[in-house]
């Protein structure tokens, strides 16, 4: 069974940052799409970003010049740096995995193909 455990969320000042950990066992394999969502005040998920197995990613508009995803192979961690936070990303931050048939690995293809969610990390940054 596929467990995610995320950590490293928590309050910082807008420009601040923080790293974001998403420990992943359970799953063997290779082909496996993973990333980051949040869900804000509006309830509203959006895509953060995502990680391909073949090494590729994808960062959602809003966060591409700020946040960047990477993965430690060695110790199956999916990591988000995120700098120069504003009040907007504040929210519950959740890591996902899935495997993404016939299409890129993206924000906008993992969703619909996640097998399994973590509990999610609370990130809020004030102003």
């Known amino acids: 069974q596929v467990q995610l455990v995320e950590s490293g969320g928590g309050s910082v000042q807008a420009g601040g940052s923080l790293r974001l950990s998403c420990a992943a066992s359970?799953?063997?394999?290779?082909?496996?799409?993973m990333g980051w969502f949040r869900q804000g005040s509006n309830n509203e998920r959006e895509g953060v970003a995502t990680?391909?197995?073949?090494?590729?990613?994808s960062l959602g508009e809003s966060v591409k010049d700020r946040f960047s995803i990477s993965k430690d192979h060695a110790k199956n961690i999916l990591y988000l740096q995120m700098n120069s936070l504003k009040p907007e990303d504040t929210g519950m931050y959740y890591c996902a995995l899935g495997v993404v048939f016939g299409r890129r690995c993206t924000i906008h293809t993992l969703p619909d193909s996640v097998e399994s969610w973590g509990q999610g990390t609370q990130v809020t940054v004030s102003s």
């Open positions: 990680w391909d197995s073949d090494g590729s990613s």
């Open positions: 359970g799953y063997a394999g290779s082909g496996y799409c």
